[in-house]
């Protein structure tokens, strides 16, 4: 995780500076997301609990931040796709249920300039504790794919950053 927000750091910084409230608001909602995607990928469920998550039509027109990174001495491009319904919210406001997020990793160097990983995550259902002062919880759903759109198995020993989309 440590790599990814270090690499979406510039791109953030100038999204900051450039004044435009929308993209401080769209980069601020990425990284949120990013946060909710450590979380989830670290949680343990055994291979095969829950179907895998599909990247929904047309998400390559949705709100986008993109971001190059190096990783194992490879230059890569990461490009996070919030859903519209979600890319306007406030940071102080929860993700709606359906929230998508999606994060394709790409090659940069050489001739093979191809997608590596695509991870989609969603939300599927919202909890509050019944408490005399309630906690809301997001329930989310994940899937890593290949580049031939194969769901990738995940070690059930990795920690959560080795889960995220990195080659």
Same mark, same amino acid.
């Given at each position: 995780m440590?790599?990814?927000l270090d690499s979406t750091q510039q =791109? *953030?910084?100038? =999204?900051m500076q450039t004044g435009d409230a929308r993209q401080k608001a769209?980069?601020?909602v990425v990284v949120r997301l990013l946060a909710v995607a450590l979380m989830v990928t670290d949680w343990r469920q055994p291979h095969g609990s829950t179907a895998p998550? =599909?990247?929904?039509?047309?998400?390559? =027109?949705w709100p986008m931040v993109e971001s190059e990174?190096? /990783?194992?001495?490879?230059?890569q491009r990461l490009r996070f796709y919030v859903c519209p319904q979600a890319a306007i919210l406030s940071d102080d406001q929860? *993700?709606?249920?359906?929230?998508?997020?999606?994060?394709?990793? /790409?090659?940069?160097?050489?001739?093979?300039? /191809?997608?590596?990983?695509?991870f989609v995550m969603e939300k599927y259902a919202g909890v509050t504790t019944g408490e005399s002062d309630p906690v809301p919880y997001g329930a989310w759903v994940a899937t890593t794919y290949g580049p031939g759109g194969e769901?990738?198995?995940i070690d059930a020993a990795s920690c959560g950053i080795c889960r995220?989309?990195?080659?």
């Amino acid at each position: 995780m440590s790599l990814i927000l270090d690499s979406t750091q510039q =791109a *953030f910084v100038q =999204a900051m500076q450039t004044g435009d409230a929308r993209q401080k608001a769209l980069h601020i909602v990425v990284v949120r997301l990013l946060a909710v995607a450590l979380m989830v990928t670290d949680w343990r469920q055994p291979h095969g609990s829950t179907a895998p998550q =599909a990247a929904p039509n047309h998400y390559r =027109a949705w709100p986008m931040v993109e971001s190059e990174m190096e /990783s194992r001495g490879l230059r890569q491009r990461l490009r996070f796709y919030v859903c519209p319904q979600a890319a306007i919210l406030s940071d102080d406001q929860l *993700f709606p249920i359906g929230t998508v997020f999606i994060v394709e990793t /790409s090659r940069m160097e050489g001739p093979d300039k /191809s997608l590596v990983t695509r991870f989609v995550m969603e939300k599927y259902a919202g909890v509050t504790t019944g408490e005399s002062d309630p906690v809301p919880y997001g329930a989310w759903v994940a899937t890593t794919y290949g580049p031939g759109g194969e769901v990738l198995q995940i070690d059930a020993a990795s920690c959560g950053i080795c889960r995220l989309p990195l080659e």
